[in-house]
């Protein structure tokens, strides 16, 4: 099975990212403008946390707080969970289950090098399964599939 190096190979390595000092809406404006569900929050090339559509709905929406008003490092989550590039898929799938998240950001000695959603993941896993069967099926017919 794969590894996180082999998503980052496919989807590319680009970091959509917030500063912790802008507000709540300038963090939802970016979200949408690249169509994502979360931001890393970063203060120079330090990760501070991350941001995401969950977080906003809860503490924004169902609190009744303002975006306009309201600062990223207000609401977002500062204890995450970051992974190296070599580790195993299952292994991400795992972590998200048990930490019930849908975000982790890849960071090898030191530096972030990306992030990858639960998403991604799952589109490897089906992608990996397909390569599978298509060589067990050659293998057993003896010819290629069509």
């Known amino acids: 099975m794969g590894r996180v190096s082999d998503i980052l190979r ?7 990212s917030v500063r912790s ?7 939802v404006k970016e979200m949408v403008g690249h169509n994502v569900g979360s931001l890393l929050v970063l203060d ?11 977080d906003y709905l809860r503490e924004i929406v169902l609190q009744g707080r303002t975006s306009k008003t309201t600062l ?6 500062s204890d995450i969970v970051v992974v190296e590039s070599n580790r195993p898929i299952e ?3 795992a972590i998200m289950s048990e930490r019930r998240i849908r975000h982790l950001p890849v960071v090898d000695d030191g530096s972030l090098v990306g992030l990858v959603s639960i998403g991604d993941l799952v589109k490897q896993i089906a992608d990996d399964r397909e390569v ?6 050659e293998y057993i017919t003896g010819r290629r599939p069509a």
Do not use: H, N, P, W
Request: one cysteine or more; hydrophobic letters at 40%; glycine letters at 8%.
């Open 10 to 16: 496919a989807k590319g390595s680009q970091i959509f």
């Open 21 to 27: 000092d802008a507000s709540v809406y300038e963090a």
């Open 44 to 54: 120079g090339d330090e990760v501070k946390g991350i941001i995401t559509e969950r």
């Open 72 to 77: 990223v490092r207000e609401i977002m989550t």
């Open 91 to 93: 292994e991400c799938m």
């Open 132 to 137: 599978e069967i298509r060589y067990l099926t």
